[in-house]
């Protein structure tokens, strides 16, 4: 009976990992619903709206701002609700691409509990409310269009002219201008199926109007004034690097890397590329190497290529969310990829019954989903100089899950003995 339910647990363990992290995010959705979040800057950001004019980002706050003078929703209710339903779809997309590779239950574990990936919003919950999500989501969704349409190029070819095109360039001009960075890795999924040579003007197209809008509405202090006004019977107000334009969000940059960076900031910025990037580049890339997985390039090199843009997010402040951003970019391109299935299933019972491989990345398993997390600033901590990756993950939110459950309960439902000791 044992050995019955210990196969059965082995041979779904990919739907158990899927369970934790819905369960997961479950108890984080009911959180989400039941605190004040008027003090995170993310919360903030999305009250941004069109009241002083076209600005970046401004439709989320626009639809909220409309829909609270029709019926008088709470932001409260509103956000908290939407993001639910976007963090929902990241999860359903994500493991609709990872089913792919449910057999191989090491590979799945270090991808699903990844605190750069899936978990990255659940270990520092103001992220939970960045608009960073719908970038995601859409790299996601256009994966789950390359595996569903894989075999069907002309099917495909007319969902990226009128679908998937349309909406990526939605949320670039919409809701978050960080999917312009992203274009080309756009280009590099569909490659997986399409010839390049009749993609570039399609895309080329799609870039240079998201461009174009977005160099053309800039923000200034007249229309941050004039969104602070309409804002202030929600007690919120807009980051004034909206008033400054691209010259203050520079200033902001410059300051905060030269004038604050140090050597220890550097260690926790660099493991935590390591950590979240590196590693993922090398399981999969190796893969490349022993033709488990394959692309349309000669070189097994070439796909970085489409990744170099994507470096101008680090223009940014805030680099644990560039890192979260390129490592789902970055494993969303390899899960898509072309593989031989027989290839990776050798490889894969080779390597566990390779004594001295097997165990090491066991012990490195442990040290990677329960002793280091991703902040939003990667470790770095600005002029206090406290912050660090290095901490409990997974074991620290089990423990404030359970707290949280019991005010939950006792607050709610049923009021529960005080604990004194």
């Known amino acids: 009976m044992n050995l019955r ?3 059965f647990f082995v041979k779904n363990f990919y739907y158990f990992l899927a369970f934790i992290i819905i369960f997961i995010y479950f108890c984080y959705f009911i959180k989400s619903l039941s605190i004040d979040h008027i003090n995170h800057y993310a919360y903030q950001e ?5 009241e002083g004019g076209f600005v970046r980002r401004g439709l989320i706050g626009s639809i909220f701002y409309e829909l609270n003078i029709l019926t008088n929703i709470s932001p409260n209710l509103f956000f908290p609700l939407l993001l639910i339903i976007t ?5 359903f997309c994500f493991f609709y691409i990872l089913s792919r590779y449910k057999n191989f239950n090491l590979l799945n574990i270090i991808i699903v509990f990844s605190p750069a990936l899936l978990l990255f919003p659940i270990y520092d919950f103001s992220m939970f409310f960045i608009k960073d999500v719908f970038v995601k989501l859409t790299i996601l969704l256009h994966g789950v269009f390359i595996i569903k349409y894989s075999s069907n190029k002309l099917l495909y070819e007319s969902y990226l002219k009128y679908f998937i095109l349309p909406v990526i ?5 919409f809701i978050h201008e960080y999917q312009l960075f992203f274009f080309s890795i756009h280009f590099l999924f569909s490659t997986i199926i399409l010839d390049k040579k009749n993609l570039y003007k399609i895309y080329l197209f799609y870039f240079l109007v998201c461009f174009m809008l977005l160099i053309i509405f800039v923000g200034n202090e007249f229309i941050a004034e004039d969104i602070n006004k309409s804002l202030s019977k929600f007690n919120v107000s807009i980051h004034p690097q909206l008033a400054g334009g691209f010259r203050s969000h520079f200033g902001g940059w410059y300051k905060w890397h030269f004038f604050y960076f140090n050597y220890k900031d550097f260690i926790m910025l660099f493991m935590s590329f390591v950590l979240s990037v590196f590693v993922f580049y090398l399981i999969f890339h190796y893969f490349f ?3 488990i997985l394959y692309t349309n390039f000669k070189n097994n090199y070439s796909y970085l290529i489409f990744f170099i843009p994507s470096i101008g997010i680090f223009f ?3 680099h644990g969310r560039n890192i979260s951003l390129l490592s789902i970019h970055l494993v969303a391109f390899y899960l898509v990829s072309n593989f031989n299935y027989n290839e990776l299933n050798n490889y894969y019972i080779t390597f566990q019954q390779n004594f ?5 990345f066991i012990i490195f398993l442990l040290f990677y989903i329960f002793m280091w997390i991703l902040p939003q600033d990667a470790g770095f901590g600005g002029a206090q100089q406290v912050n660090t990756i290095f901490k409990g993950s997974l074991f620290s939110e089990i423990k404030e899950f359970i707290k949280f459950l019991y ?4 607050q709610e439902i049923i009021q529960l003995p005080e604990i004194k000791l």
């Open 5 to 7: 339910l210990y196969n």
């Open 46 to 50: 999305l009250f941004l709206n069109y």
């Open 87 to 91: 963090h929902s779809s990241v999860i």
């Open 169 to 173: 360039s939605f949320v670039t001009i």
């Open 289 to 291: 190497e022993k033709k």
């Open 316 to 318: 940014a402040i805030d």
């Open 356 to 360: 001295v491989k097997y165990n090491l």
């Open 407 to 410: 005010v939950f309960i006792s």
